[in-house]
């Protein structure tokens, strides 16, 4: 693209509003997933998110199918299988842990992406600071959380990271939403017959189907609508400290929707984990920078 990108000062504020407002929608819709947990099961709950997330976007979108390659499609089914393994893992994690803790645990995926990116020792603190939060998450003892969510969590984690990096590989390919919405199909196909035996006959219930919808929009569809916009607005490294919050979001919105109470100590390790993703975010912007840089 060249040239000085988006500033921090024209339209900042509305889109940092925006941002926030997307991360707030996102984890309503998570926290309305977990309250259907009991009668869709998380991986029925996952096949209405990218069933009615896929119809969205193809409406949107009307992608082209014709002249690409086989490795672009190969970009896009791989995309959507870690589409849909990426939300798998997270419901499966959402059902056994608390929703601030599974997206605390969440965001190291993109943490370690963004400390490798930095390529300099010095990220590595943030690395230590990460881990130090993910010790306080266990509020003193990690036995009183579900091993197998953390699991869980752990491999959304590895997902999201995976997500990144497959993202930018279709991004290229595809022109605009086309490769999101034919990945996000490709993801609702492997969920179908998972979702379908999770969530049995509660699919026939039409008051289920319409809030596994109301999911996929909050979750999904208004998120990244409003994150496009910011970005227009906003650098990307600026952008990318805001997506940091989500645990606290995640945290405040357990509480709120779910009754989810926090020790000190969990709050404190999610203060350390956004602490060490927003310097890991600084230090990956700043070797970008360097590296862009001519020697004189």
């Known amino acids: 693209m060249g040239g000085s990108g988006p500033s921090a000062g024209s339209g900042a504020t509305p889109a940092i509003v925006l941002v926030i407002a997307g991360l707030a929608c996102q984890e309503v819709g998570a926290s309305l997933a977990v309250l259907l947990f009991p009668a869709v099961g998380p991986l029925g709950m996952v096949m209405l998110r990218l069933v009615f997330s896929a119809i969205v976007l193809l409406l949107i979108a009307r992608p082209r199918v014709r002249g690409h390659s086989r490795s672009d499609w190969t970009g896009v089914a791989l995309f959507g ?104 199909t490709v993801g609702a196909v492997i969920a179908l017959p998972f979702g379908i035996a999770d969530a ?22 208004i998120p990244y609508a409003f994150e496009l916009v910011a970005l227009r607005r906003l650098q990307a490294a600026v952008f990318a400290i805001l997506m940091s919050l989500a645990p606290a979001t995640a945290a405040l919105a357990g509480f709120i929707f779910l009754g989810q109470h926090m020790t000190w100590l969990e709050i404190a390790g999610i203060a350390l984990v956004i602490a060490a993703s927003i310097g890991a975010v600084r230090s990956s912007a700043r070797a970008a920078r360097e590296a862009a840089e001519p020697i004189a």
């Open 200 to 221: 049995g006959s509660a699919l026939l219930r039409p008051e289920l189907v319409a809030l596994g919808a109301a999911v996929a929009i909050l979750s999904s569809t």
């Open 81 to 184: 299988l870690v589409l849909a393994l990426m939300n798998g893992l997270f419901y499966l994690a959402l059902e056994r842990l608390p929703l601030g803790i599974t997206v605390t645990i969440e965001v190291l995926g993109p943490l370690v992406l963004s400390i490798v990116a930095a390529r300099r020792a010095s990220a590595w603190l943030w690395a230590v600071l990460a881990l130090a939060g993910v010790v306080a998450l266990g509020g003193g003892g990690w036995d009183r959380l579900d091993p197998l969510g953390v699991l869980f969590a752990l491999g959304a984690a590895g997902s999201w990271a995976f997500y990144i990096l497959a993202s930018a590989r279709v991004g290229r390919a595809f022109a605009q939403l086309d490769g999101l919405a034919l990945a996000m």
